[in-house]
């Protein structure tokens, strides 16, 4: 592992630049340490369809998650001037006050011949949930973004002409739509599903 100092200075959005670091570096990493402001946080709490936005002068307190070339999964809490703190799944427009210094953890490629007796040789875990879902469906959007926020892997499969979506299976059942995730998540249903 290497640790690769990052800055942003203000005006930036946190989660545009590490995804752009994360796509130019390749390969995995994860946050080591952060220490900045910010002037707006947007986070994803759970069981909410739709983004939190605060604004002010915002203390970043932790910034926790992994990077990848193919995606950024982060969780960031941060204090207002009252000393209340905030946090969820970060999402675009959180934007930098002054400046945030991060450091990064770089893991080296599996692919690297001089790494290659490191890697793993478990097959993949199937995936407990499959969602048959559309990019244009809003519930649809909502099922994904929740089961991300609450770190549960899935499986997104195409739904067939004229379904409707989306349509949810948990362990080879089918529990139904956007509604009854939520009623799985409020009864903590879920909780099992959870990456550890």
Avoid at 16 to 45: E, I, K, M, P, Y
Avoid at 49 to 61: A, Q
């Amino acid at each position: 592992m290497r640790a690769l100092p990052y800055h942003l200075s203000a005006g930036s959005d946190l989660l545009d630049c590490l995804q752009r670091l994360a796509q130019h570096h390749g390969g995995q990493g994860f946050v080591l340490g952060v220490v900045g402001n910010l002037s707006q946080a947007a986070f994803l709490c759970p069981g909410q369809p739709e983004p939190t936005v605060v604004r002010g002068e915002l203390e970043i307190i932790t910034l926790q998650g992994t990077l990848t070339a193919e995606g950024v999964h982060l969780h960031l809490s941060c204090s207002d001037s009252a000393c209340q703190v905030w946090g969820g799944h970060l999402e675009p427009g959180t934007l930098v006050l002054k400046g945030v210094d991060l450091l990064i953890g770089c893991l080296e490629s599996v692919d690297d011949p001089r790494h290659a007796g490191d890697a793993l040789q478990d097959e993949p875990l199937q995936a407990r949930v499959m969602v048959a879902a559309s990019d244009q469906c809003p519930f649809s959007r909502r099922a994904l973004r929740l089961l991300d926020s609450l770190a549960i892997p899935f499986e997104r499969v195409e739904p067939a002409a004229g379904q409707s979506v989306p349509q949810i299976t948990i362990d080879g059942e089918f529990i139904g739509g956007y509604e009854a995730l939520i009623h799985w998540h409020a009864s903590g249903r879920l909780d099992g599903l959870r990456q550890a």
